[in-house]
T-cell receptor
């Protein structure tokens, strides 16, 4: 099972909106609504910001939103802030193939 | 407050076995699934495997039969053993607790860097 495909980098100015894509297959992203997104600042553990495609854990800013169309999931960050500069990883759970959890290749978000 | 903390050697010789423990506080380990995830330097995250308090496990087949994950309810911790280490196993290793009822990793340890040296 290959890693899910994400763009290596995305950038935007403060206040702008950016979108990160996460492309898999019908066996993972497309087959289930089990996509999560993680924010990862260097030297700190990853933090879940979206689960089950569109849900935000308690305490996560509503500037983060998730969606899915076919085999591609997306994370949108609205009102970009300096603190959003980090690596972002998508992840999908699958019952069909192994490994059960596959991560994306990661996207470096830069706030200009 | 749920807290996870990885512990183990930071340097392991190639061909030997890595042993890490994840100490859990603030919640009983007899609930949820628990996973190990790693990140090689400059690379992305990779799921290693998971364990349930019942003892059921699943692991990433890319690691073949080198992975053993166990749980110790009396000590409220779970462990990872990875055998036949190579340089490719050099990574930051994280332990994580799954989100209750969902297929996502909610709580993470700080991570521990393990270097496989020759």
């Amino acid at each position: 099972q290959s890693a899910l495909t994400q763009p290596a980098s995305v950038s935007g100015s403060p206040g702008q909106s950016i979108t990160i894509s996460c492309t898999g297959t019908s066996s993972d992203v497309g087959g289930y609504n089990y996509v999560s997104w993680y924010q990862h600042h260097p030297g700190r553990p990853p933090k879940v910001i979206i689960f089950d495609v569109t849900n935000r854990p308690s305490g996560v800013s509503d500037r983060f939103s998730g969606s899915k169309s076919g085999n591609t999931a997306s994370l949108t960050i609205s009102g970009l802030q300096a603190e959003d500069e980090a690596d972002y990883y998508c992840s999908s759970y699958t019952r069909i193939t192994t490994p059960l959890y596959v991560f994306g290749t990661g996207t470096k978000v830069t706030v200009l | 407050q749920v807290q996870l903390q990885e512990s183990g050697p930071g340097l392991v010789k190639s061909s030997e076995t890595l042993s890490l423990t994840c100490g859990v506080s603030g919640v009983s380990i007899t609930s949820n699934w628990w996973s190990w995830v790693r990140q090689p330097p400059g690379k992305g995250l990779e799921w290693i495997g998971e364990i349930h308090n019942s003892g059921g496990t699943n692991h990433n087949p890319s690691l073949k039969s080198r992975v053993t994950i166990s749980i110790d309810k009396s000590k409220n911790h779970f462990s990872l053993r990875l055998s036949s280490l190579t340089a490719a196993d050099t990574a930051v290793y994280y332990c994580a607790r799954h989100m209750s009822g969902f297929n996502s990793f909610e709580y993470w340890g700080q991570g521990t860097l393990v270097i496989a040296s020759s």
